[in-house]
T-cell receptor
Framework: DAGVIQSPRHEVTEMGQEVTLRCKPI?????LFWYRQTMMRGLELLIYFNNNVPIDDSGMPEDRFSAKMPNASFSTLKIQPSEPRDSAVYFCASSLARTVYSYEQYFGPGTRLTVT | GQQVMQIPQYQHVQEGEDFTTYCNSSTTLSNIQWYKQRPGGHPVFLIQLVKSGEVKKQKRLTFQFGEAKKNSSLHITATQTTDVGTYFCAGPILTGGGNKLTFGTGTQLKVEL
């Protein structure tokens, strides 16, 4: 199994530009999570999906952030317009569980985003 | 504010010394998970504890869940350089949006030869 796949691994963009991060979860997993990690705020859950449906997006910082999961094998996190304070490592994780937090999450390698 | 705290924030040890990180939650947890993140890497699941007072071992690692299910600890015996990384606990905490897996602040472990 290839594990959770994320692209790109690194992204450098200018303030105001649109950024799209991509994730392919582990096949068969029915939960998908997007996290953001910074030194100041640690690891934060942004949003999670169950069977492609967004369940909890209360962690999304503001309307500039949006996430979609058009099918079971693909999800995107979009930031438009991007700002320097969005610079962070963004992780995607997937899980197979009867209840959302009863089983381990498998993290992807992350996308390191730098907004200048 | 941060609802899952870990101490210490950093720990430097000599190889062979023991290491312990403590995790404390503001609320009772149904379960607690532990993850390890190597420098430049991603969090990797280590274990999950569910029962009050539960103790689990993985080779040199011992995990414990408190009787009140509000705290947990990870103890590493005789650390090795391969133990370097940041150790996170995580537990489901009820927020305005429902239960959310909340990660602790993490303990960064450095092991010196």
């Amino acid at each position: 199994d290839a594990g959770v796949i994320q692209s790109p691994r690194h992204e450098v963009t200018e303030m105001g530009q649109e950024v799209t991060l991509r994730c392919k979860p582990i096949s068969g997993h029915d939960y998908l999570f997007w996290y953001r990690q910074t030194m100041m705020r640690g690891l934060e859950l942004l949003i999670y999906f169950n069977n492609n449906v967004p369940i909890d997006d209360s962690g999304m910082p503001e309307d500039r952030f949006s996430a979609k999961m058009p099918n079971a094998s693909f999800s995107t996190l979009k930031i438009q317009p991007s700002e320097p304070r969005d610079s962070a490592v963004y992780f995607c994780a997937s899980s197979l569980a009867r209840t959302v937090y009863s089983y381990e999450q498998y993290f992807g390698p992350g996308t390191r985003l730098t907004v200048t | 504010g941060q609802q899952v705290m870990q101490i210490p924030q950093y720990q430097h040890v000599q190889e062979g010394e023991d290491f312990t990180t403590y995790c404390n939650s503001s609320t009772t947890l149904s379960n607690i998970q532990w993850y390890k993140q190597r420098p430049g890497g991603h969090p990797v699941f280590l274990i999950q504890l569910v029962k009050s007072g539960e103790v689990k071992k993985q080779k040199r690692l011992t995990f414990q869940f408190g009787e009140a299910k509000k705290n947990s600890s990870l103890h590493i015996t005789a650390t090795q350089t391969t133990d370097v990384g940041t150790y996170f606990c995580a537990g489901p905490i009820l927020t305005g949006g429902g239960n959310k897996l909340t990660f602790g602040t993490g303990t960064q472990l450095k092991v010196e030869l």
